[in-house]
C-alpha cells in the first residue's frame, strides 16, 4: 500500500527553486532513503511533507488522503513523525518529560500516567536508561540524537521521517543506529523515510532510495542500481571525496 | 507533585492563619497583605503564560486595567461587588481571546514591545473617551467601597483559585504542551502541539485572573485615572517579581511579590524615584546572576549537593 505519495511537488524560495516537480512515494513497511548532494532539497522535502512550509505545487497524500495544507501537528496526529538535522529537544524539560510530549500528543494521545510508562520503554529502547531526569540542554550529541528518536517514537507513527540522524555518531553509535532503524520497521512495524549523508549505512539499509539534485529528483532505484547509475555519480563528483 | 499528606500539614496551618489574620493584625498590615496578594495573583497568573511559554509579556496592565474599568463603570450603575469581579475577569479574557490571535504569532522582542504597545494604546484610548464623555480629565471616583477585610478575603479567594488553577495546569497534559512551546516552538508542533490554541489558552487564563483583581482594586483605590489603572509600572513590577521567584511553578512568583511588595513598602514611597533605580538594578541582576530566579537557585545548589555532595562531605 502507498503510505506517502507526492505528486509534482514543487516549493520555490524567492527566485530558488528548492523542489521542482518531485514525485515520490513510500510503500507501507519500506526502509526508502532520500539521498543528494547539499541543498538538493532533501530537508524541504520533508518539511513540506510535514506541512511546515506551504506547497508551490503538486499534492502529497498520505494512506490516500491528502495533507497539503494541514497545519504540522496534524500531520503528526494523523501518524507522521520526525526528527530533525539539528536536534530539537525541549531544552528546558527532562528526558523523560521530553517523550511524554510525544505520547501526549502525538497519535496515540495517552494521558499523563500512560506517557510517563511509555516514556519508561521508550528511554529503553533508545538507549537512555538512566537519563529520565537529566535536562535535555545537558545531554551529548549522541543522546540528543537518541532523544529525538525516542520522542518522534513516542508520537506513535506510521512513518518516521528521519532527518540524518546519523550525523555526528562515532562508527559503533552508527551501526547500533542501523540495527535500531531496522529493529522499527522488522518489530515495530512502522515504515522508514530517511535522509542520510553516511553512504554505507543508508546503501546498508534501504530497500530503495531516492536521489534528489538541485531540487529535482534525478534517479530512484534499489542501492545497487543508484550506485551504479552515471547520472547519479556525477551529481555526486567533487561530493564523493568526504563520504 | 500530588497533594500527599507533607503538602497538606504544611498548608493547612497557613490557610488556617491566613484566614483568620484580620482578627488579630492591625489595618496597615490588612492593607500591605492586600497590596502582596494583588501581585501574587498577577505574578503566578502572569507565570501561566510567560513562565511557562516563554511568551515574555508586559500586557498585565492592559489586563488589570480592563478589569478596574469594568468596576468603574458598573459600581456606580448599581452592580454588586461579587458580579463586578466575575465580569471584570471576563472582560479581560475576551479582551486577551481578540488580541491574543494578533499577538502570539510574534516572537521574542518584538512580543513583549507589542504587548508593551498594547498597554499604552488602550490606556489613551481609554483617556479620550473619558475626555469626551466629561469634558476633561476629572478622573473617577468610587464611593461607598466595602471594607478593607472584603478586599483581603477576596484577593485570598482569587489568590486561591490562581494558584491551584496553576498547580493543575503545570501537572498536566496542557502544562506539558505549554513547556514544549518555550522549548522550541517548532518541534512542539511537529509532535502534534497545537501550539496556537495554548497559548491562547494560556494567555485568556491568565488575563482572566488579572481582570478578577482588576475589579477588587477599582474599589480598594477608589480614585481611578486611565494612569493608575493601566500603569505601565504594574506590567513590570508583576515580570520582575515572577523572575525575581523563579517562574517554575506558582512558589516563585509568591515569593517574588512578597519580597519586592514589602521592598516596595519599606523604600518606595519614601525614595520613589531610588526605589526605580533599584528595581532596574536588581531586573539586569537576577538576568545576570540568577536566570531561574532565586528558587531555581536553590534548586540548582541541592542539585550540585546530591551529585557533589559525596565528594565535599569529609
Known sequence: ?243 | MKPNKRMLTILIPILAILSTLPLYVSGYIISLLVTILMYAILAVSWNILSGYTGYISLGTAAFFGIGVYVTVMGWPAGFPYPLLIVLGGLASMIFALLIGFLCLRIRGPYFVILTFGLTEAVKSIIEQVEVKIKGGMFGNVLVGAPSMETFYYSLLVICIITVVTDHIIRNSKFGFGLSSIKGNEEAAEAMGVNTTWYKLFALAISALFMGFTGAVMALRWTFIVPAIAFSPMASFQTMIMAILGGSTDFRGPLLGATILTLISEAFGIRFPYHYMILLGVTLILIVKFLPMGLLGAIRGLRIAKKQYGSLLSP
Open chain 1, 1 to 243: 500500500m502507498r503510505l506517502l505519495d507526492g505528486q509534482n511537488v514543487s516549493k520555490h524560495f524567492g527566485g530558488i527553486a528548492a523542489l521542482s516537480n518531485v514525485s515520490f512515494h513510500v510503500d507501507e513497511g519500506e526502509i526508502v532513503g532520500l539521498i543528494g548532494p547539499n541543498g538538493a532539497g532533501k530537508t524541504t522535502l520533508f518539511n513540506v511533507i510535514c506541512c511546515f512550509y506551504p506547497l508551490d505545487g503538486g499534492t502529497i497524500k498520505f494512506k490516500g488522503s491528502k495533507i497539503t495544507g494541514l497545519k504540522p501537528h496534524q500531520v503528526c496526529r494523523r501518524g507522521i513523525a520526525r526528527t530533525f538535522q539539528i536536534t530539537r529537544s525541549f531544552a528546558n524539560m527532562t528526558v523523560r518529560e521530553n517523550i511524554m510530549v510525544g505520547s501526549l500528543f502525538g497519535k496515540s494521545r495517552g494521558s499523563v500516567k500512560i506517557a510517563r510508562e511509555e516514556a519508561i520503554q521508550l528511554m529503553e529502547f533508545t538507549g537512555l536508561t538512566g537519563k529520565a531526569d537529566i535536562l535535555a540542554v545537558s545531554l551529548i550529541s549522541a543522546d540528543a540524537r537518541r532523544l529525538e528518536l525516542a520522542r518522534a517514537l513516542a508520537a506513535r507513527p506510521e512513518i518516521l521521517l528521519l532527518d540524518e540522524v546519523m550525523a555526528g555518531l562515532n562508527p559503533s553509535e552508527v551501526a547500533e543506529a542501523m540495527k535500531l532503524i531496522q529493529r522499527l520497521r522488522n518489530e515495530m512495524g512502522i515504515t522508514i523515510f530517511m535522509v542520510e549523508h553516511i553512504m554505507k549505512s543508508v546503501m546498508g539499509i534501504s530497500d530503495r532510495i531516492i536521489v534528489l539534485a538541485s531540487g529535482r529528483q534525478i534517479a530512484e532505484g534499489t542501492p545497487k542500481e543508484v550506485s551504479e547509475n552515471p547520472v547519479v555519480i556525477e551529481a555526486y563528483l567533487g561530493e564523493t571525496r568526504e563520504t
